[in-house]
T-cell receptor, first 116, second 114 residues
Framework: AQKVTQAQTEISVVEKEDVTLDCVYE???????LFWYKQPPSGELVFLIR??????QNEISGRYSWNFQKSTSSFNFTITASQVVDSAVYFC?????????????FGKGNQVVVIP | ETGVTQSPTHLIKTRGQQVTLRCSSQ?????VSWYQQALGQGPQFIFQ???????GRGNFPPRFSGLQFPNYSSELNVNALELDDSALYLC?????????????FGQGTRLTVV
C-alpha cells in the first residue's frame, strides 16, 4: 500500500533561515512519482515539484531544492533563505503507476511558520 | 492562477441532507479527481473521472458519488451527510498524459455538517 510520512508537524524559522522538510514513503510499485505541494491559508494546493522513480538527480529551482534517495525512500525538500510568504502547509505526495491513474497519497503535512 | 474553479466556496448542511459540489477543470484537462481534507490532515483521494467514467476510487462509501460532463466539469455528490463529512473538498484536474503529470487544484469547498 502507498503511504507517505511527514514526521514534523510544525516548523518555525526566522526569516532568511533555511528550512528542510522530511518525507518518507512506502510503495510496492517500481514506477512511481513524488510531489511536493504548498497549501497557503486560502486552501488551494499549489504544485511545487515532481520527481519520477527513475530519476534520482537532485535539483535546485530558485529557492527550492530537493533530495531524492530511493535507498532510504526519502524525498526531502528545502526552502533556502525563507521568506514570510513561504508560511504555509507543505505536503509530500506519492502517485503509483500500479493504479493506472493519478491518485495521490498525501502525508499529513508540515506547517511552516516564517517569523519576520 | 490554476484555472480550476469550485463552487460553492462554503456550505453548511444538516446531518442526513444531501449536497452537490461543483468543479470546472482547467482548460485542456480531461481528468478530474476529488479529495477530502479533514482539519489538520492531508487530502484523501475520493475518486477520479476520465471521459465521463469513474477511473479509480479511494476508501469512501457509495454515498459519495460523482459525475463528469462532456466539457470535463465534474460534480461530487454526498448523500446522507454525517458530521464526519465536515471537511475541505478539493477538486484537481490534469491532462491525460503518460507520466502522472502534476494535478492542479481548485481553492476547495469548505463543507460544514451540523
Amino acid at each position: 500500500a502507498q503511504k507517505v510520512t511527514q514526521a514534523q508537524t510544525e516548523i518555525s524559522v526566522v526569516e532568511k533561515e533555511d528550512v528542510t522538510l522530511d518525507c518518507v514513503y512506502e510503495t510496492r510499485d517500481t514506477t512511481y512519482y513524488l510531489f511536493w505541494y504548498k497549501q497557503p491559508p486560502s486552501g488551494e494546493l499549489v504544485f511545487l515539484i515532481r520527481r519520477n522513480s527513475f530519476d534520482e538527480q537532485n535539483e535546485i529551482s530558485g529557492r527550492y531544492s530537493w533530495n531524492f534517495q530511493k535507498s532510504t525512500s526519502s524525498f526531502n525538500f528545502t526552502i533556502t533563505a525563507s521568506q514570510v510568504v513561504d508560511s504555509a502547509v507543505y505536503f509530500c505526495a506519492l502517485s503509483e503507476a500500479y493504479y493506472g491513474n493519478n491518485r495521490l497519497a498525501f502525508g499529513k503535512g508540515n506547517q511552516v511558520v516564517v517569523i519576520p | 492562477e490554476t484555472g480550476v474553479t469550485q463552487s460553492p466556496t462554503h456550505l453548511i448542511k444538516t446531518r442526513g441532507q444531501q449536497v452537490t459540489l461543483r468543479c470546472s477543470s482547467q482548460s485542456g484537462h480531461n481528468t478530474v479527481s476529488w479529495y477530502q481534507q479533514a482539519l489538520g490532515q492531508g487530502p484523501q483521494f475520493i475518486f477520479q473521472y476520465y471521459r465521463e467514467e469513474e477511473n479509480g476510487r479511494g476508501n469512501f462509501p457509495p454515498r459519495f458519488s460523482g459525475l463528469q460532463f462532456p466539457n470535463y466539469s465534474s460534480e461530487l455528490n454526498v448523500n446522507a451527510l454525517e458530521l464526519d463529512d465536515s471537511a475541505l473538498y478539493l477538486c484537481a484536474s490534469s491532462p491525460n498524459q503518460p507520466g502522472h503529470t502534476e494535478a492542479f487544484f481548485g481553492q476547495g469547498t469548505r463543507l460544514t455538517v451540523v
